[in-house]
């Protein structure tokens, strides 16, 4: 799942973007309300961390703009904490969430999980294909006997996004765009191989090749 975080403090968007990283997830980072603007517009994000208070660009201004656009990325705003008024103007703006500044790490990820749950085709609490099960919080496929393998952080983000958009057809340009951040060099033939690991692991018949056009994960084989 790819994110994008737009926040103009260096510190703390370098440290929300370290950290959701380490939870699996691409992760691209903007400091200002252009250039977050742009990339919101044009890049395919699942969720977007947005605060309010931005140079060259208002956060609500660009919330406002990817809404009249038809944009309907899941937005997560940040505000001042005592900034009830700011509240009410981005959910009035579109925005699907909000969180008060200082804020624990550990309620953003949950806020961004419950995001991107209702947002996706899978609604289900947790991710699960047959006898496996993904444990999102240690990134690790466990069955039903609680024996577990260790994913990759490609495999795992790849999977996961599978397991949230099952039985849909997707290309392998559009897999590499969720699965890496802007900076990293989006090779679609590198999908090819982490499909088979994940065949590997699941079954052949879990992720079916439709030629010319991606592949299929199954819910059901």
């Known amino acids: 799942m790819r994110l994008l975080i737009v926040e103009d403090d260096d510190a703390l968007g370098q440290g929300l973007r370290s950290h959701l990283a380490s939870q699996g997830y691409a992760v691209d980072?903007?400091?200002?309300?252009?250039?977050?603007?742009?990339l919101g517009a044009t890049e395919p994000y699942d969720a977007v961390v947005l605060d309010l208070g931005l140079?060259?660009?208002?956060?609500?201004?660009?919330?406002?703009?990817?809404?009249?656009?038809?944009?309907?990325?899941?937005?997560?705003?940040?505000?001042?904490r005592d900034g009830w008024a700011e509240r009410v103007e981005g959910l009035q703006a579109g925005a699907d969430d909000y969180?008060?500044?200082?804020?624990?790490?550990?309620?953003l990820v949950a806020r961004i999980q419950a995001l991107l749950r209702r947002a996706a085709p899978a609604?289900?609490?947790?991710?699960q294909v047959g006898k496996w099960r993904l444990?999102?919080?240690?990134?690790?496929?466990?069955?039903?006997?609680?024996?577990?393998?260790?994913?990759?952080?490609?495999e795992f983000r790849l999977l996961r996004?599978?397991?949230?958009?099952?039985?849909v057809v997707h290309s392998k340009s559009h897999l590499a765009e969720h699965v890496y951040?802007?900076?990293?060099?989006?090779?679609?033939n590198v999908i090819e191989v982490y499909v088979c690991r994940l065949r590997i692991l699941l079954g052949n018949a879990r992720i079916e090749t439709r030629r010319g056009q991606g592949y299929l994960f199954r819910s059901q084989v």
Not at 99 to 107: T, Y
Not at 123 to 127: E, F, I, S, T, W
């Open 123 to 127: 609604q289900a609490p947790q991710l």
């Open 181 to 188: 951040d802007f900076d990293a060099e989006r090779d679609s």
């Open 99 to 107: 969180l008060g500044k200082p804020f624990h790490m550990e309620e």
């Open 161 to 167: 996004y599978f397991m949230r958009h099952p039985d």
């Open 135 to 154: 444990d999102e919080g240690r990134q690790r496929l466990v069955d039903a006997d609680g024996h577990e393998q260790t994913l990759t952080a490609t």
């Open 29 to 38: 980072l903007a400091t200002n309300g252009i250039d977050g603007g742009h």
């Open 55 to 80: 140079p060259g660009k208002p956060g609500l201004a660009v919330l406002r703009d990817w809404r009249a656009a038809g944009n309907r990325v899941p937005v997560l705003v940040l505000t001042a």
